[in-house]
Each structure stands twice: as C-alpha cells, then as structure tokens.
Nanobody, 123 residues
Framework: EVQLAESGGGLVQAGGSLRLSCAASEFTLDAYAIGWFRQAAGKEREGVSCITSGGSTFYTDSVKGRFTVSSDNAKNTVYLQMNSLKPEDTGVYYC?????????????????WGQGTQVTVSS
C-alpha cells in the first residue's frame, strides 16, 4: 500500500529553521512528483512546493527564497528545508504523491497524502 510519512515539524521562533521529511513507500520518487501543502487553522489547504520526478522544483511566491525542496531517491524521501520562518508559515504541513510525474499546486492532482506534521512559528 502506498504510504507517505511526514516528520520534522515543531515549534520554532520567527527567523528559525525546520526541515521536514516525507518518507515514501510502495512507489519510487523517479516516477511521480511530490507536493508539499499546508493548511492553517480555518483556511484552505494551499500548495507550498513541488518536486517533479525529474527534479524540477516549484514554489509558491510566499516561500520563494526561503524554502528548498529536494529528494533523495536512494532513501525514497523528499525534504522541505524551511528557513527564515514567519508566523504566517504556521500550519499543518502535508506531503502528497501526484497522480503523475508533473508538478501541480492543486490538491486534486494528488492521490495519496501523509498524515501531516504541525509547524508552529512564534513571533
């Protein structure tokens, strides 16, 4: 069964850093894109970043220059390095497997999701 497991969330002060991990099982990263999404309390889930099966990366404007997505195919794990964190980055972060190899910021393009990891940035 396809599974995704996020880890690495926590509480950090503004300006700090966190690295999220997304461990994938029962499929390989060289065939599917992986997206990172976040959902703040009372808000819709939004796409944060995506890495395609070919290694191309995409970011929403609010995190460009601060977040970096990468993958380690040997470990079948995707990472989201988050630097210069802001209180507005607070939310539950999810990784998701795309239905194909291309990137998308829309949740409908993804068919499997992790359980999420909480990121809280204090001011």
């Amino acid at each position: 069964e396809v599974q995704l497991a996020e880890s690495g969330g926590g509480l950090v002060q503004a300006g700090g850093s966190l690295r999220l991990s997304c461990a994938a099982s029962e499929f390989t990263l060289d065939a599917y894109a992986i997206g990172w999404f976040r959902q703040a309390a009372g808000k819709e889930r939004e796409g944060v970043s995506c890495i395609t099966s070919g290694g191309s990366t995409f970011y929403t404007d609010s995190v460009k220059g601060r977040f970096t997505v990468s993958s380690d195919n040997a470990k079948n794990t995707v990472y989201l390095q988050m630097n210069s964190l802001k209180p507005e980055d607070t939310g539950v972060y999810y990784c998701a497997k795309a239905r194909g190899y291309g990137a998308s910021r829309y949740p409908q393009a993804y068919d499997y999701w992790g359980q999420g990891t909480q990121v809280t940035v204090s001011s």
